[in-house]
């Protein structure tokens, strides 16, 4: 959308909504629909999970794993996005799922969707810098000494966040800019890999594309543990696929910085899902079919991207694609900076955060950003990293730990609010659709879809050798359990609902009048 297609009226019925929810018009509403869409689609970046997450694809299932694999991993994804899409058009607020979850379901499944989310996000960003530090290492890293050993990769994620969380600081408009850069520069390096693959394979067998082959244990590098059940196999390699495409609540958490919310973030939400996903099966594939050894590069492991690409593409042409590779994947850790700050000032200017929540709900007038909870966001970030490292066991990848974790915390905060929604929709909690919105019926099926694709992720998360992860998630609900009968539940009031949103309409002025918007 041009900026000049954005009218006042268009602009007040924003601030309105807002209002009526209880809130006021602190951050910047500048982001075109575009822009609303880019954040999402950078978040997803195909050219940080699926590069870096690549051998997931192979050493389960071989080519399967991505001719296939890659197809149902992303349906899966799909549903949630579809679900949270006509959620997002009816209650466009910054806080998003937790905004969702405590209308919809309650105060107490408000709260818990809120730190399961900031876990999720929090842990996410670990993953996707950890990621672009390994990524780095196996590119530019020889000219400056960097291997990728567990200290350097800690010292790089904590100066990567440093910068993307600087960025945040300085103003949604340099956000929204830089994230803007990186949709169009994932399509065209995903454009220009794919020709390269196509062009220099030393052969074109499509048949590898459904072809299973048990590349598990030291077959496949060792990425997947040794096993005959092909079927269980098969689940694994969806970690690549669902892993890449997540982070679309990116384009809900920027509700209040979107013109048109009600309608230009739910189509963020599903657009971007859906080019993430049809433009990364065509890289995923086309990867596939330029390996020249399958066998070989399946042995490679967590290297068999690098190795395809030393053995297939000539020097020049491989610097200038891993160039544009590492930007796009700084620039998805830049704009996941953005999605957790807001859910952290979402979440705390309804005192969600004991003896934090007003320094966190703080938006500075002069760059109309939350500020105190983007640097809070980024050490909380690179403290995860931190404590993945001090827990690291038998060999395991820090890389492995934290998207492991990122998948079960992340997807337990989309299934709150979808559960709650699915049962309030046509209720006094939720009477009518937004203005994007699909039947009842199919709404209802596609939310029952995803709750079942949760139950699939939420397995192949703990699977071996994973099954630690399982006691993390259990161990964090119980204490959530016991925190909120020992204190929030008499304490945490949630949203404002009914007569509290009137009763804020004083603050709401004020709040507005302090950045300049009244």
Not at 328 to 333: P, V, Y
């Amino acid at each position: 959308m041009a900026a000049d297609d954005y009218s006042d009226k268009d602009r007040q019925e924003d601030i309105k909504a807002l209002h009526g929810m209880g809130y006021a018009q602190e951050l910047s509403r500048s982001m075109s629909k575009f822009s609303n869409f880019a954040i999402s689609f950078s978040i997803i970046c195909i050219l940080s999970g699926g590069i870096n997450s690549f051998a997931q694809a192979i050493s389960s299932v071989g080519g399967a794993g991505a001719g296939i694999g890659w197809i149902v991993g992303c349906l899966l994804s799909g549903m949630f996005a579809l679900a949270m899409a006509q959620i997002a058009s009816a209650f466009p607020t910054a806080g998003g799922l937790y905004h969702w979850a405590s209308i919809l379901g309650g105060r107490f499944w408000g709260w818990l969707t809120a730190w399961l989310n900031l876990l999720g996000l929090i842990t996410v960003l670990g993953a996707i810098n950890i990621g672009t530090a390994y990524f780095f290492a196996g590119t530019f890293g020889g000219m400056f000494g960097f291997t990728g050993t567990d200290m350097q990769v800690v010292v790089f994620v904590a100066v990567i966040t440093a910068i993307q969380a600087l960025f945040n600081h300085l103003g949604i408009k340099v956000t929204t800019m830089l994230t803007d850069v990186s949709g169009y520069l994932i399509f065209a390096t995903t454009a220009v890999l794919v020709l390269a693959c196509l062009y220099f394979a030393p052969a074109i067998d499509i048949s590898r594309l459904w072809t299973f082959t048990n590349y598990s244990g030291d077959a496949g590098g060792g990425v997947f543990p040794a096993s005959d059940n092909m079927g269980y196999l098969f689940l694994l390699c969806l970690l690549l696929p669902v892993y890449t495409i997540t982070g679309y609540d990116a384009s809900a958490h920027t509700s209040e910085e979107t013109k048109n919310a009600a309608t230009s973030v739910p189509k963020g939400i599903v657009s971007a899902v859906f080019w993430s996903s049809i433009v990364g099966w065509v890289m995923i594939c086309s990867i596939t079919l330029a390996i020249p050894d399958m066998a070989v590069a399946a042995g490679q492991g967590w290297g068999m991207f690098f190795g395809t690409m030393d053995a297939i593409m000539p020097a020049g042409l491989k610097t200038v694609l891993y160039l544009g590779i590492f930007i796009a994947q700084l620039l998805c850790g830049l704009a996941t900076v953005t999605s957790a700050s807001r859910m952290l000032f979402a979440f705390s200017r309804d005192d969600g955060v004991p003896g934090a929540s007003k320094a966190l709900a703080t938006v500075s007038p002069k760059y109309r950003t939350p500020v105190a909870a983007i640097w809070t966001s980024a050490v909380l970030c690179i403290l995860y990293v931190l404590l993945a490292l001090s827990i690291k066991l038998d060999g395991t990848s820090i890389y492995v730990i934290v998207v492991n974790s990122t998948l079960v915390f992340l997807f337990l905060s989309f299934t709150v609010p979808l559960v709650a929604g699915l049962f309030a929709y046509g209720t006094a909690k939720w009477p009518t659709p937004g203005p994007w919105a699909m039947s009842a019926g199919v709404y209802k099926l596609v939310t029952v879809l995803a709750i079942v694709g949760m139950a699939v992720i939420l397995f192949i998360a703990v699977a071996p050798p994973n099954e630690r992860v399982l006691t993390v998630v259990v161990g964090f609900i119980v204490l959530a359990l016991v925190v909120w009968f020992a204190v929030e539940n008499r304490r945490f009031q949630g949203p404002p609902i009914g007569d509290a949103v009137k009763a804020r309409k004083a603050a709401i002025a004020a709040a507005e009048k302090a950045v300049g918007e009244a």
